[in-house]
C-alpha cells in the first residue's frame, strides 16, 4: 500500500507559490496555457495590466486589463503583491487571489517579470522561482517579431533587456528551456519542479501578509 498524501511517509501538502518569470516573448503566456489544456491543478493567478488588449486576448482571463487611474488606486489600497512599469504598462499581482489559493491549499502559479520576481523574492523568499529561459538571444528576437506588436526600436530594446535580465539567473532556483516546438516537455519540466518540492524534507512555508 502507498503512503497517503499528507501523511509522514507521503508527499507534502504544503501549498507552493510558484514564480515563473523570464524576458518578455520567451513563452511564458504560452507555456502556462498549455499547462491548463493539460488541467495540471495548479491556480493560475491572472496578472493585472494597463497595456492594451491583444488581438485574441480575453479580459480576465488572459490578463485583468485596467486604466492608470483604477492600478493607481490598488497600489495605494495595497491589493497588489507586486507591481512594475514595464516598456510604459504597468503590471501588477493581485495580493487576495494568491492568498485566498494559498490559503485554499492550491499550489498556486504567479506569471511575472524580472523585476517582479525579484520583488517577490524579498517578500517571499520560500516561494518556488523557475526561470523560463530562451534558447538563445537570437531565437527570442526571432519570437518577438513574429509577435508583430514591437516596432524596431522597441524590439531592439527588448532585445536589450533580455540580455541584461538573463544576468539575474542566480535569483531563481530553477531553469527551463523554452525550445521551439517543445512546449509540452517545458510543460513537464515545470510539472517535475513541482513534484520535487512536493517530495522536500522540509517542505517549503509560505508566509503572505
Not at 506588436?149 to 539575474?168: D, G, H, P, Y
Request: glycine share 6%.
Amino acid at each position: 500500500m502507498s503512503p497517503r498524501r499528507g501523511s509522514p511517509l507521503g508527499p507534502s501538502k504544503k501549498s507552493l507559490l510558484i514564480i515563473l518569470s523570464g524576458p518578455s516573448g520567451v513563452g511564458k503566456d504560452a507555456l502556462l496555457n498549455r499547462m491548463k489544456e493539460l488541467k495540471y491543478p495548479v491556480e493560475y493567478i491572472t496578472t493585472l495590466t494597463t497595456r492594451p488588449r491583444r488581438a485574441g486576448e480575453r479580459n480576465h482571463i488572459d490578463y485583468h486589463f485596467t486604466v492608470p487611474k483604477k492600478f493607481q488606486e490598488m497600489i495605494k489600497q495595497g491589493e497588489l503583491l507586486e507591481y512594475a512599469n514595464v516598456y510604459g504598462n504597468w503590471y501588477g499581482v493581485p495580493k487576495q487571489a494568491v492568498k485566498q489559493a494559498l490559503n485554499n491549499g492550491q499550489d498556486t502559479i504567479v506569471k511575472v517579470d524580472i523585476q517582479g520576481a525579484a520583488s517577490i523574492k524579498k517578500m517571499v523568499p520560500q516561494a518556488v522561482f523557475i526561470f523560463l529561459m530562451p534558447p538563445s538571444i537570437e531565437e527570442l528576437g526571432v519570437r518577438l517579431k513574429k509577435r508583430h506588436t514591437e516596432v524596431s526600436f522597441n524590439l531592439n530594446v527588448r532585445m536589450q533587456t533580455a540580455a541584461e535580465e538573463i544576468k539575474q539567473l542566480s535569483l531563481f532556483d530553477y531553469v527551463v528551456y523554452s525550445q521551439r516546438d517543445e512546449i509540452n516537455r517545458a510543460a513537464a519540466d515545470i510539472i517535475a519542479v513541482i513534484t520535487a518540492e512536493k517530495c522536500r524534507v522540509n517542505p517549503r512555508e509560505i508566509n503572505l501578509d
